[in-house]
């Protein structure tokens, strides 16, 4: 039946409210209610790492929620309602699991090692590891997943690219040199204005050349034969490392004003490729008049051949927790720069008959006090000109370039003239080796990713020898591989391969731009240019990616170069 227009109003609230009633009680129909705004994030629905202890290491989904701790999520200023009273921890509850687990695990790897374990130290976050995804045909228990994650020993792991290093403390290295206070620091460039530089120049032209050349020994191209090993022996001969200011055939030239600079290509090839290096060095610089030499200290980084400089977790120091001595990146140094004296000695044919002959003798040699026998060695002196447009005078210089070797061409049966370095490996397994294959077993069926491993680990020294083979107008640069005899040992090498390259191709797969080099060395001397005569240190900085330019007093170093021309006795290994 219809309902009258008084019964409506008689049923209505006797107070002046309009509406619901208004009440306190934060639930509906017996839920607790949590008010939001337009404005809040809807995040996760459910969020389960709130509690839980097992949720909480280094590998867990706790720490990953650290990089989202600005999030909003939906009723986190509300939690507190959702709160249930429990009798007890529910974190403590543990599930109990009495079948019984097999000792003999299936998995690839060294060890019978699972699928999600590493190679570092053992643990349920296979801390240190080589990731979750197992690279079959690598080495015994190499993993690696998207972001190639490189661990090492001791469960020091290299994650390129990933979350978990980013906390990773930064190294602080010494400087090659004692910055003193009565330096004044004129100028500070960083790399990345080095890299933007470029300066096209020809391909030079000889001057002079002096030394001479033997032949090298064919028979080292050739894989060794199975099962044996070809030593890598100590061949005593006298060589010279002289620096730029006490060459005498450089002394000439510039009498004769035949360049405005002088270097050698030891020197310039550091200073060409400075954008790439890592490790502190430093250059003395001397203008007297309008000329400027390019000079080393007694001693210097620059004698020195680096290892693993560029390599992502690169040798440590003793400092920094390496215990083994072995491998400290002094040691490596040490032993890699014997290594590149002897390999040369011994992979040539010494003949007083058959060698290749340069127009003068060696400078720096004196039969009447030398002991040993001379060294496979030609200096070229070759002029570049840096000049520009807007310059009213040319600009040369003059680089001491050397050579190691000459070989005969297959088809035309022309002399090749080479020059010949080693890479060598410590220990594929110890901290620093940064991800290196087994060359013994790797080396001859995967050559091109043992090759690029060594182009990544070791970029600044093998664009140093690219630049050096270049400035030479060397044919070849061949590339040795010798390896310990034992990895605990740092006095007994086995040569295990050899690889010829052209350098200029060479320098295109290593991304190499020289008339960047070019760059870089224009920009330098026109900063001394602009100075008063006098001495100045160049130097790396040893922790970031910058280079300073000091004024020094004039007697600086005079000390430590006395003696310099001397002979350098090729050697240091016993027992070979």
């Not at 530089?197 to 050349?213: A, C, K, P, V, W």
């Not at 992979?347 to 040699?365: C, L, W």
């Not at 088809?411 to 080693?422: F, N, R, T």
Request: net charge negative; proline share 4%; aromatic share 8%.
């Amino acid at each position: 039946m219809p309902i009258s227009l008084a019964d409506l109003v008689s049923k209505l609230p006797s107070d002046e409210t309009w509406g619901p009633p208004t009440t306190t009680d934060a639930l509906v129909d017996g839920v607790p209610y949590a008010p939001y705004s337009k404005g809040d994030k809807l995040g996760r629905m459910a969020d389960w790492t709130a509690e839980g202890k097992d949720r909480e290491g280094r590998g867990g989904r706790q720490q990953y929620n650290r990089n989202w701790k600005d999030q909003q999520v939906y009723g986190a200023g509300t939690s507190s309602l959702f709160a249930v009273q429990v009798a007890e921890d529910e974190s403590s509850f543990s599930v109990v699991d009495n079948t019984r687990a097999s000792t003999k695990t299936r998995g690839f790897g060294r060890g019978g090692a699972t699928f999600m374990r590493g190679r570092g130290r053992g643990g349920r976050d296979a801390r240190g590891g080589r990731g979750t995804f197992q690279r079959v045909g690598g080495r015994g228990g190499q993993q690696q997943n998207y972001y190639d994650q490189r661990g090492g020993r001791g469960g020091r792991g290299r994650r390129f690219g990933g979350w978990k290093d980013y906390d990773k403390p930064q190294r602080n290295r010494d400087s090659s040199v004692n910055i003193k206070p009565d330096w004044t620091m004129l100028e500070e460039i960083d790399f990345n204005r080095l890299a933007k530089l470029n300066l096209e120049t020809s391909t030079g032209e000889d001057i002079e050349s002096y030394g001479f050349l033997y032949y090298y020994d064919r028979l080292y191209d050739r894989p060794p034969v199975k099962n044996t090993e070809r030593k890598l022996n100590v061949v005593d001969r006298a060589a010279y490392n002289v620096t730029t200011s006490q060459d005498p055939i450089i002394h000439e030239l510039a009498e004769k004003d035949e360049a405005t600079i002088f270097a050698t290509d030891n020197i310039l090839s550091m200073l060409m490729c400075a954008p790439r290096s890592i490790y502190s060095w430093d250059i003395v610089i001397t203008r007297s008049g309008n000329k400027i030499f390019l000079d080393k200290r007694d001693g210097s980084s620059l004698d020195m051949v680096s290892v693993n400089e560029n390599a992502a977790d690169a040798p440590l120091e003793a400092s920094e927790g390496n215990k083994d001595t072995l491998n400290f990146p002094g040691a490596l140094a040490l032993e890699a720069t014997f290594i590149n004296h002897n390999f040369v000695n011994q992979t040539v044919i010494e003949s007083d008959t058959a060698k290749y002959e340069m127009p003068h003798e060696n400078p720096f040699y004196n039969p009447s006090e030398e002991t040993e026998a001379l060294a496979s060695k030609a200096y070229k002196y070759r002029r570049f000109d840096l000049s520009l447009e807007k310059d009213e005078d040319p600009l040369h210089l003059i680089v001491r370039t050397e050579l190691d070797a000459v070989v005969k061409n297959n088809i035309s049966g022309e002399d090749q003239l080479l020059v010949i370095k080693a890479l060598n490996e410590f220990d594929h397994k110890a901290q620093g080796s940064g991800g290196a294959l087994d060359w013994r077993s790797k080396l001859t069926s995967q050559r091109g990713a043992v090759v690029a491993t060594e182009m990544k680990n070791n970029s600044c020294k093998l664009a140093r020898w690219t630049v050096q083979s270049i400035l030479a107008r060397a044919d070849v640069m061949k590339v040795g591989f010798v390896s310990r005899a034992n990895p605990k040992s740092n006095d007994r090498h086995v040569i295990l391969g050899v690889m010829g390259y052209d350098p200029r191709k060479f320098a295109e797969q290593m991304n190499l731009n020289l008339n960047n080099g070019w760059g870089i060395v224009r920009t330098i001397i026109d900063m001394v240019r602009g100075m008063k005569d006098g001495k100045y240190v160049l130097v790396k900085d040893p922790n970031k990616s910058l280079l300073r330019l000091y004024e020094v007093p004039a007697g600086t170093f005079e000390d430590e170069e006395e003696g310099t021309l001397g002979a350098v006795e090729e050697g240091g290994e016993d027992g070979e």
